[in-house]
């Protein structure tokens, strides 16, 4: 660590030590009741096999939930393999705002393979041996070409990104306002996403774009898009949709895929999709939706940590053949979501994994 980013730990330490104790045990108790209220779950027969089955291994596993919580309550860090981040997250990053610059996915820079005649960005892709669209790579693209125009405040980065947000416009199914992806794509322990198919992550960064874009020229097209874009979260998977179920939450669901994944980041890029409309239009769908999503972030986030690390998703718990979910450059992207997020929930909980997430990072 730098030393300025030492000063500021020693400096927030003592505040922190004091909150990670009551933290710790609300963390204890929402585990507790993830326990007691299985039973309930099961007995009333509301899950699937897939949900049935992670239930099953979180109950049984008590010898793994009570070294969590010990661990947890001891403030202990863990002793576990070493990962490879790239950088070390920022403690205090800069304040948040849904007009402004988006969240800093580095080292998950964006460079597009070529664009269309529009000036959208195409990505090659191996599916289709060739160039396709990528909706949240172009999201992703379009997001860091309008941090360039807030920062220089030059119009050539102000129409890279308005070009993608006119794709978004042209593109997104005006029934089912799905932005779709046109390859099949294959999922670890899944069956095949078969084209067309929409994500939940696609969904929230094009949110975020679209937002920014009304924004700046206060053009309705863009602000109906956005809305529009948040339909998909409201229709269950099995019906089509990106809603899923967390054990009695509602999960927006990045790969809609018939057994769950609950892919982290993707759940995450909605919700700040969902907060950017909120903020910039006051819309009451938005800020319901965001709002549901909340109480689902600070319900699932002790299923995601592991020994040094957050999990990208929870597939391997939910009766698949997927591999542990591990992935460094996630595991920095969750950290950001989470500090942008908190910006304007401050919630304990929330505070507890980011400063335990880092430190997975930093030691």
Known sequence: MSSAVTAQTSANGSGRAKKRLSVALLVAL??????????????????????????????????????????????AHPVGPAYSFRSVPEIDPPPYESSGSYLDLTPKAIAPDGFDPNGV?????????????????AAEYGLKQFDGYGETGDQLFLQAARNQA?????????????????????????????????????????????TRIYSVTNEPKYLEAARLAMRPL????????????FLGHPYYEEYPTAVPTYSLS??????????DLSQIADDATAKRLYLEGIGTLRFCLPFYDINGISLYWLSDRSGTLASLGISEQSHLIHI????????????????????????????
Not at 121 to 137: K, T, V
Not at 266 to 275: I, P, R
Not at 356 to 361: C, H, L, N
Request: glycine content about 10%; overall charge negative.
């Open 166 to 210: 006119d794709y978004f416009v042209s593109a997104m199914d005006p029934g089912t306002g799905a932005l779709y992806y046109d390859f099949e794509y294959a999922i670890e322990g899944h069956e095949a996403l078969k084209a067309p198919w929409g994500s939940a992550a696609a969904q929230g960064e094009a949110i975020s774009l679209l």
């Open 266 to 275: 993707g759940f995450m890029f909605a919700l700040v999709g969902l907060l």
């Open 30 to 75: 929402s585990l507790n009741l993830v326990v007691i209220g299985a039973g309930g779950y099961v007995l009333n027969s509301k899950l699937n096999r897939a949900h049935h089955s992670l239930l099953t291994k979180i109950v049984n596993d008590s010898a793994g939930l009570t070294s969590h919580l010990a661990e947890l309550k001891a403030n």
């Open 234 to 245: 409201q229709v269950k998977v099995e019906d089509g949709g990106l809603l899923q179920d």
């Open 121 to 137: 960005a195409l990505f090659y892709r191996s599916e289709i041996s060739g160039f396709g669209y990528h909706p949240a790579h």
């Open 336 to 363: 950001t979501q989470l500090q942008a997020i908190n910006q304007f929930e401050h919630d304990d909980l929330f505070d507890y994994y980011i400063d335990r997430w880092i430190s997975y990072v930093d030691f």
